[in-house]
């Protein structure tokens, strides 16, 4: 089955573990020069892998800041973005048009800006305007770079005093995070594999990834993110209990279509009652529409563990359906192909 990840995709699995202490000593080493007592909003500018990790701050850290924050992932800026903003700017390769165009708008504007990338334009820029930029390893598909571009923002937000220190939390996901790279390895049994299981299940499906607490809200993003780069395959997701306003009635829809999905329930002790409650009535409506529900639960103590537990097991699941699908996970030909396209129109 291994045979079509012909780039070695899985070392990129196998190390993410890793990624969370790399993190914690490039933070250590930076002194930020950075007003805080500027700052009235938060702006997270980026695209694809890169903005998910602005967005996954933003639900971990939501009880606890007390500014409003927000993704941009548009070329254009908000209104309000000016000199009390602090603006990190976002970009794996350092290349990505619509935040480098976004952070020449927020530099002419007065914003504080971090920039976070593994070179490129991002780093010239922030070079030439003496910015702080925190370089990261490079070498990987953005996607698998989360821990690079998630945990320098929460390491540097706790040293500016943003948020309270959190190291129990990451010490309990290291060490969880380590221990899920040990279980869902190939060279682990594939009858307890649990992403294996999950790629099993959801093999010439689509894929519908549900969540009821809002500081997961981001992960059913990220899960039907890396179905759609790693395994090739369509897939949606929403959150309750916003679903059950709209999208329930979708699967009314006729059963030669519905047959074709599956519904992945990321189920987490901080649902609240009522979110509970929605939850189990909404599963008995899909089981009367004959549609198959997959229920996976977070593994931890903390938000931070659970959180990444979970986004791990979904870019684990996301690999093994690849390689049954018979798709090498890091190719994007349909990325390559539209950047290309645009690169000829400039």
Same mark, same amino acid.
């Given at each position: 089955?291994?045979?079509?990840?012909?780039? @070695?995709?899985?070392?990129?699995?196998?190390?993410?573990?890793?990624?969370?202490?790399?993190?914690?000593?490039?933070?250590?080493?930076?002194?930020?020069?950075?007003?805080?007592?500027?700052?009235?909003?938060?702006?997270?500018?980026?695209?694809?892998?890169?903005?998910?990790?602005?967005?996954?701050?933003?639900?971990?850290?939501?009880?606890?800041?007390?500014?409003?924050? %927000?993704? @941009?992932?548009?070329?254009?800026?908000?209104?309000?973005?000016?000199?009390?903003?602090?603006?990190?700017?976002?970009?794996?390769?350092?290349?990505? /048009?619509?935040?480098?165009?976004?952070?020449? /708008?927020?530099?002419?504007?007065?914003?504080?800006?971090?920039?976070?990338?593994?070179?490129?334009?991002?780093?010239?820029?922030?070079?030439?305007?003496?910015?702080?930029?925190?370089?990261?390893?490079?070498?990987?598909?953005?996607? %698998?770079?989360?821990?690079?571009?998630?945990?320098?923002?929460?390491?540097?937000?706790?040293?500016?005093?943003?948020?309270?220190?959190?190291?129990?939390?990451?010490?309990?996901?290291?060490?969880?995070?380590? /221990?899920?790279?040990?279980?869902?390895?190939?060279?682990?049994?594939?009858?307890? @594999?649990?992403?294996?299981?999950?790629?099993?299940?959801?093999?010439?499906?689509?894929?519908?990834?549900?969540?009821?607490?809002?500081?997961?809200?981001?992960?059913?993003?990220? #899960?039907?993110?890396?179905?759609? /780069?790693?395994?090739?395959?369509?897939?949606?997701?929403?959150?309750?209990?916003?679903?059950?306003? @709209?999208?329930?009635?979708? #699967?009314?829809?006729?059963?030669?279509?519905?047959?074709?999905?599956?519904?992945?329930?990321?189920?987490?002790?901080?649902?609240?009652?009522?979110?509970?409650?929605?939850?189990?009535?909404?599963?008995?409506?899909?089981?009367?529409?004959?549609?198959?529900?997959?229920?996976?639960?977070?593994?931890?103590?903390?938000?931070?563990?659970?959180?990444?537990?979970?986004?791990?097991?979904?870019?684990?699941?996301?690999?093994?359906?690849?390689?049954?699908?018979?798709?090498?996970?890091?190719?994007?030909?349909?990325?390559?192909?539209?950047?290309?396209?645009?690169?000829?129109?400039?």
């Amino acid at each position: 089955m291994l045979d079509y990840d012909r780039s @070695n995709f899985l070392r990129f699995l196998n190390d993410f573990p890793q990624q969370l202490t790399h993190a914690q000593k490039l933070v250590a080493e930076v002194q930020p020069r950075l007003d805080t007592g500027r700052i009235r909003n938060l702006v997270f500018a980026g695209m694809g892998g890169s903005a998910i990790s602005g967005d996954l701050f933003i639900a971990y850290a939501l009880d606890e800041l007390a500014y409003p924050a %927000q993704v @941009n992932r548009e070329y254009s800026l908000p209104a309000f973005v000016g000199e009390d903003t602090l603006f990190f700017a976002t970009s794996y390769s350092g290349n990505t /048009e619509e935040t480098l165009t976004a952070t020449e /708008e927020a530099f002419k504007r007065g914003a504080q800006i971090v920039c976070i990338s593994s070179g490129g334009e991002l780093e010239a820029f922030s070079q030439s305007k003496g910015l702080l930029h925190m370089k990261i390893p490079g070498g990987l598909p953005p996607r %698998q770079a989360l821990g690079y571009l998630f945990f320098p923002v929460l390491f540097l937000c706790e040293k500016l005093g943003l948020i309270r220190p959190r190291e129990e939390e990451v010490d309990e996901t290291l060490k969880i995070l380590n /221990e899920l790279q040990r279980r869902f390895n190939p060279n682990a049994s594939q009858g307890h @594999n649990l992403p294996n299981h999950i790629a099993q299940s959801l093999y010439h499906t689509i894929p519908v990834i549900y969540t009821a607490v809002p500081y997961l809200y981001p992960i059913p993003v990220r #899960w039907r993110n890396q179905f759609n /780069e790693n395994s090739k395959i369509m897939a949606f997701s929403n959150v309750f209990p916003e679903l059950n306003h @709209n999208e329930i009635m979708g #699967w009314e829809g006729p059963q030669k279509v519905n047959q074709f999905f599956r519904v992945v329930l990321l189920r987490d002790p901080e649902e609240t009652p009522r979110n509970k409650q929605r939850v189990e009535i909404t599963k008995g409506i899909l089981k009367d529409k004959g549609i198959p529900i997959l229920e996976v639960f977070a593994e931890g103590k903390s938000r931070l563990a659970r959180m990444f537990s979970l986004i791990y097991i979904g870019d684990w699941a996301s690999y093994y359906l690849a390689m049954i699908n018979a798709k090498d996970p890091i190719k994007i030909d349909s990325i390559t192909l539209l950047k290309k396209k645009l690169a000829e129109l400039k």
